[in-house]
């Protein structure tokens, strides 16, 4: 079982950046895949970005590639996503989901077997 705890979260300016954590329990965080998702009231839950189990290949939503980098440190059970030139549409609950024995390119939440209460951010223009 993976516990997944989201960190990090807060209110920004248009423009600015914010690096959020989700930090996993269990030993077996490195064979998971993990992404990142993100919720607004009225729509439903979007992927953002994921990344596969060693780290060496990720995947972005179109509206946030070239903005956001995802990235883990498997030794510390930590995943992270930097989040630069922020918008007010990116304001949202972002969650971390894994998804064991996974690609990370995947954005079908179902599939994510596992998935964090989420952390707010929220984006002023």
């Known amino acids: 079982q993976v516990q997944l705890v989201e960190s990090g979260g807060g209110l920004v300016q248009a423009g600015g950046s914010l690096r959020i954590s989700c930090q996993a329990s269990g030993r077996t965080f490195s064979t998971y895949a993990m992404a990142w998702f993100r919720q607004t009231p009225g729509k439903g839950r979007d992927f953002v970005a994921g990344?596969?189990?060693?780290?060496?290949?990720?995947y972005y939503a179109d509206s946030v590639k070239g903005r956001f980098t995802i990235s883990r440190v498997n030794a510390e059970h930590a995943l992270y996503l930097q989040m630069t030139n922020l918008k007010p549409e990116d304001t949202a609950v972002y969650f971390c989901?894994?998804?064991?024995w996974g690609s990370g390119r995947t954005s079908d939440l179902f599939l994510y077997e596992h998935r964090g209460q989420g952390t707010q951010v929220t984006v002023s223009s």
């Open positions: 989901a894994a998804n064991r």
């Open positions: 990344i596969s189990m060693s780290g060496d290949a990720t």
